[in-house]
Nanobody, 122 residues
Framework: VQLQAFGGGLVQAGGCLRL?????????????MGWFRQARGKEREFVAS????????FHADSVKGRFTISSDNAKNTIYLQMNSLRPEDTAAYYC????????????????WGQGTLVTVSS
């Protein structure tokens, strides 16, 4: 499975960005995709995930109410709409893919895309 993420950039605090990630290659009937982020000097952390088979989503508390994960199943693509961005949201954002139901641990994901950098200025 190959993943390609797009949409990062520089934005002022309070602004918004939309990330997208397209998956290609092998497909499975039950799989999930997720967004993670890693700020400089910090560990990679979970942001949100979505199940392509069940359609359910899960967001980290730190982004709940501000970020929304969604998917276009026909395009094998996920999106992350990020609103009310804060300087602490600055990080490289990664999309990831796994077989089976959605999970929040990075170690559960089998394939990773390249990071796309989001910088939020104060």
């Amino acid at each position: 499975v190959q993943l390609q993420a797009f949409g990062g950039g520089l934005v002022q605090a309070g602004g918004c960005l939309r990330l997208s990630c397209a998956a290609s290659g092998r497909t499975f009937s039950v799989y999930a995709m997720g967004w993670f982020r890693q700020a400089r000097g910090k560990e990679r952390e979970f942001v949100a995930s979505i199940s392509f088979s069940a359609g359910n989503t899960f967001h980290a508390d730190s982004v709940k109410g501000r970020f929304t994960i969604s998917s276009d199943n026909a395009k094998n693509t996920i999106y992350l709409q990020m609103n009310s961005l804060r300087p602490e949201d600055t990080a490289a954002y990664y999309c990831a893919w796994k077989r089976g139901p959605l999970r929040s641990a990075p170690s559960d994901y089998e394939y990773w895309g390249q990071g796309t950098l989001v910088t939020v200025s104060s």
